[in-house]
């Protein structure tokens, strides 16, 4: 069981930055693929960026390729999602998700275990 607690949400003006954290339990966190989630009301949860459990493998969705980084401390059991030049399209709750497959799933439903959300909003 894998426990994960999103933190670092809040409201910034477009343009802004804000840098997310996921911090997960456990002993084996280099064993799994950490992902960034985003939903918007009333749209399909989408994964946003994704990062092996080593850390050299990454995915990013093309909404966000060059203004989102994502990165891992596996000493610290904690994923990050540095956001910068931020939309307001950017606006949701961003979830951490995890799975144990070595490649990195694409679809939520990969996904076996799940934070509670932080929620970004982003001010034209």
């Not at 910034?12 to 799994?32: D, I, N």
């Not at 990454?58 to 059991?77: L, Q």
């Not at 490649?103 to 929620?119: D, F, N, R, S």
Request: net charge positive; hydrophobic share 35%; with cysteine.
């Amino acid at each position: 069981q894998v426990h994960l607690v999103e933190s670092g949400g809040g409201l910034v003006q477009a343009g802004g930055s804000l840098r997310l954290s996921c911090a997960a339990s456990g002993r084996t966190f280099s064993s799994y693929v950490m992902g960034w989630f985003r939903q918007a009301p009333g749209k399909e949860r989408e994964l946003v960026a994704a990062i092996s459990g080593s850390g050299g493998s990454t995915f990013y969705a093309e909404s966000v390729k060059g203004r989102f980084t994502i990165s891992r401390d596996n000493a610290k059991n904690t994923v990050y999602l540095q956001m910068n030049s931020l939309k307001p399209e950017d606006t949701a709750l961003y979830y951490c998700g995890s799975h144990r497959n070595t490649l990195i799933a694409i679809t939520a439903k990969g996904y076996e275990y799940w934070g509670q959300g932080t929620q970004v909003t982003v001010s034209s």
